[in-house]
């Protein structure tokens, strides 16, 4: 069975600063998907970044990054120069290609950027 | 252009009563989701879809039905509530499937007591 482990539950940096999230997954797979989402109070879900698992590539949108071990079945987020609005919580997730009913969440992590 | 809406925000319902949930994308996807969030979890497919005319079983199809009679509008149904089925709904919907970016809706939060 397909899992995704977000192994801190909350975080809390200064803004400013950089923070990395950790997500490790578990899968036989070798076809797959791995997604970051936000959920920032206001609950509405937004795709931060998304990683192929055949790119060796790290996915990079702005200041969001990833590190993808496909090895170690890790895909952490490093969130830098963190902004008072990156507060949310964070779902890492997985999908394999082509099993459509089959994307599995994380449990998240609740993230705090203090001022 | 409003993206993706959902119908009623809140509702408080008893064991045993029906209610559908509204979902309506204005983005012309053609794949729309409903998932269930509970404290403490990630989201979890309750049934989704792929076209107009089309639906499919998630992870946790039982209690649900779906119906997607036009293709902006996605639906879910609850036929007799249970408590077990208190939970934030999100509807989402893709142009391209489950890889593309998912667009989701602000959430309805449903009590059922």
């Known amino acids: 069975a397909q899992t995704v482990t977000q192994s801190q539950p909350e975080m809390s940096v200064q803004e400013a600063e950089t923070v990395t999230l950790s997500c490790t997954y578990d899968?036989?797979?070798?076809?797959?998907?791995l997604f970051w989402y936000k959920q920032p109070p206001s609950r509405q879900m937004i795709l931060v970044i998304r990683?192929?698992?055949?790119?060796?590539q790290n996915a990079t949108e702005n200041r969001f990054s990833v590190n993808f071990q496909k090895a170690a079945k890790s895909f952490s987020l490093k969130i830098s120069d963190s902004q008072l609005g990156d507060t949310a919580m964070y779902f890492c997730a997985f999908m394999i290609l082509n099993r459509d009913d089959k994307i599995i969440f994380g449990k998240g992590t609740r993230l705090h950027i203090l001022p | 252009n409003a993206g993706v809406t959902q119908t009623p925000k809140f509702r408080v319902l008893k064991t045993g009563q029906s209610m559908t949930l509204l979902c309506a994308q204005d983005?012309?996807?053609?794949?729309m989701y409903w998932y269930r969030q509970d404290p403490g979890m990630g989201l979890r497919l309750i049934h989704y879809?792929?076209?107009?005319?089309?639906?499919a079983k998630g992870e946790v199809p039982d209690g649900y039905n779906v119906s997607r009679l036009k293709k902006q509008n996605f639906l879910l149904g609850l036929e007799s509530a249970a408590p077990s089925q208190t939970s934030v709904y999100f509807c989402?919907?893709?142009?391209?499937?489950?890889?593309?970016?998912?667009?989701f809706g602000p959430g309805t939060r449903l009590t059922v007591l």
């Open positions: 983005m012309n996807h053609e794949y």
């Open positions: 989402a919907s893709s142009d391209g499937g489950f890889t593309d970016t998912q667009y």
């Open positions: 899968t036989s797979e070798s076809n797959y998907y």
């Open positions: 990683q192929e698992a055949y790119k060796q």
């Open positions: 879809s792929v076209g107009e005319g089309t639906t």
